[in-house]
């Protein structure tokens, strides 16, 4: 089965540097690739996804980057803000089988 | 994007009593459900699929006679946690996806607490 790793597991960054989160999974079938962030006592909130048939895509200052040969894709947020601290897990996703999360980044931004 | 709401939000039970929390799908029908638990400072364990108007696929080691999943429409899922002990303490959270595409919309999360 599908399996994510997701790094580092911890990330602080001063307010405006930019933060980079990668993930790795196993199965060449995965075609889904959704980013979500999660604030404290809340439930996961999509904020990006990208498909296999797409090398990167962008929404204002948040990015994600997919490299299929390797096997990996990465998170990018710009011009940090403190309401940007938050977890994020990334997953991957052959559709029609279910989600495999990565174990979390726990993202500070630093005022 | 698409909007999952899940209730209550917070609960607080005594041991040896039972606990409903509904999952909705408010603008779309969501013919699979699924539900999850979370550990503090972990990520997103499956617990469940649930699927409209047949019986639920449960991971391993998940108990089906404790963790009850009714999915009796295209908009609501229920999950009772029966008899409940101080160990089913935890954060539960559903999502529902979107038939086409398989994107994955999540609810805001219940806090149980059994006492």
């Known amino acids: 089965g599908e399996n994510v790793e997701q790094h580092p597991s911890t990330l602080s960054v001063q307010e405006g540097d930019s933060a980079v989160i990668k993930c790795t999974y196993s199965d060449s079938a995965s075609n889904y690739f959704p980013w979500y962030k999660q604030e404290l006592g809340k439930g996961p909130q999509l904020i990006i996804d990208?498909?296999?048939?797409?090398g990167e895509k962008k929404d204002q200052r948040i990015a994600v980057t997919l490299n299929k040969t390797a096997k990996h894709f990465s998170l990018h947020i710009t011009e940090t803000q403190p309401e940007d601290s938050a977890v994020y897990f990334c997953a991957a996703i052959n559709y029609g089988q279910n989600f495999v999360f990565g174990p979390g980044t726990r993202l500070s931004v630093l005022p | 994007g698409a909007v999952v709401s899940q209730h209550p939000s917070r609960v607080i039970c005594k041991s040896g009593t039972s606990v409903k929390i509904e999952c909705r799908s408010l603008?779309?029908?969501?013919?699979?459900m699924f539900w999850y638990r979370q550990f503090p400072k972990q990520s997103l364990m499956l617990m469940a699929t649930s699927n409209e108007g047949s019986k639920a696929t449960y991971e391993q080691g998940v108990e089906k006679d404790k963790f009850l999943i009714n999915h009796a429409s295209l908009t609501l899922s229920t999950l009772t946690v029966t008899s409940a002990h101080p160990e089913d303490s935890s954060f539960y959270i559903c999502?529902?996806?979107?038939?086409?595409?398989?994107?994955?919309?999540f609810g805001q999360g219940t806090r149980l607490t059994v006492v």
């Open positions: 999502s529902a996806s979107i038939p086409s595409g398989g994107v994955a919309f």
């Open positions: 990208i498909r296999s048939n797409v």
């Open positions: 603008d779309f029908q969501a013919t699979t």
